[in-house]
């Protein structure tokens, strides 16, 4: 290598430094920090006290962890595909119409609302009594209470909230499409759901699996919500992993075995991505 290359490169390492620095302080280091803290059991007032793999043997044989995951991995399985589907259909009106512009914001509107205060909203629209949801249906149903409606209300509201931040991508998708591709699929017949089918959705894939790989991580770390409308009742019916996480580090003070959690969550979440990403990769072009 000449003494010009070896500039060139030592200068991008320079300017990646910034970013490199980012990712190991608030990324690597705090993943760390939480593997170091697994081992050792602590009250958050006492000293700490190494206990080597007992708080993963504790964990991994927690009826009531394997719990959470079920109810986390139920919710994921209902807000993704939802968010999803609603989202596409959105953004399909709104792609290819004029002056949208204050649709789209709209739509987008309850994405930017802080998680906390959108539950405290529909907790109240979910109100057995007095509650704007029952009043339009005109009957008295215990969303939040009756564990059978409990996880799909709180489903619902997630939907509601990310559904509009969805649209945003598969607009910016639609819109990127050139138009003689969609003119020529036209006139082989590709009208109507036949163009959604083998014309849109093959060539937003790349969006899909940034949505999809995006919703399925919100999903998996869905706190707030279920803290201002459930606090993971009734019983537990609602009781997602983060909010397990939440109440072992400080209700419980046991931050060792929420730590077990947290790496827990970390790997599944891993896994998943790293399985969409397989299976997007051999079916995705990002060249139009």
């Known amino acids: 290598m000449n003494r010009r290359g070896a500039r060139r490169g030592m200068t991008s390492y320079v300017l990646l430094l910034p970013s490199l620095i980012g990712v190991g302080a608030f990324l690597v280091l705090p993943i760390l920090v939480v593997a170091w803290l697994s081992l050792h059991s602590w009250n958050l007032l006492g000293p700490m006290e190494f206990v080597g793999l007992r708080n993963w043997r504790s964990v991994l044989g927690d009826a009531a962890f394997g719990h959470a995951l079920l109810v986390t991995l139920a919710l994921t399985a209902i807000v993704v595909p939802a968010q999803t589907v609603l989202g596409f259909a959105v953004a399909a009106l709104l792609a290819r119409r004029r002056g949208a512009t204050s649709l789209r914001v709209m739509y987008a509107l309850p994405w930017m609302c802080a998680p906390v205060a959108v539950g405290v909203v529909w907790q109240w629209m979910f109100a057995p009594t007095g509650g704007a949801v029952n009043a339009a249906l005109g009957l008295r149903v215990e969303w939040l209470s009756d564990p059978a409606l409990a996880l799909p209300s709180v489903a619902a509201v997630s939907v509601w909230a990310n559904f509009g931040y969805v649209a945003l991508f598969f607009v910016a998708g639609i819109r990127a499409i050139p138009g003689e591709i969609l003119d020529a699929g036209a006139l082989d017949g590709a009208t109507g759901w036949r163009r959604i089918r083998w014309l849109i959705l093959p060539l937003l894939r790349p969006t899909m699996f940034f949505v999809l790989v995006t919703g399925v991580l919100t999903a998996f770390q869905t706190f707030d919500t279920v803290y201002a409308l459930t606090k ?42 790293v399985a969409q990403h397989r299976y997007f990769r051999d079916r995705t072009s990002y060249e139009l």
């Open 232 to 273: 993971g009742g009734p019983g537990d019916r609602t009781d997602v992993l983060a909010m397990r996480i939440f109440t072992e580090a400080f209700d419980a003070a046991r931050p060792g075995r929420a730590a077990v959690m947290a790496l827990v969550v970390f790997a599944v979440m891993f896994a998943i991505t």
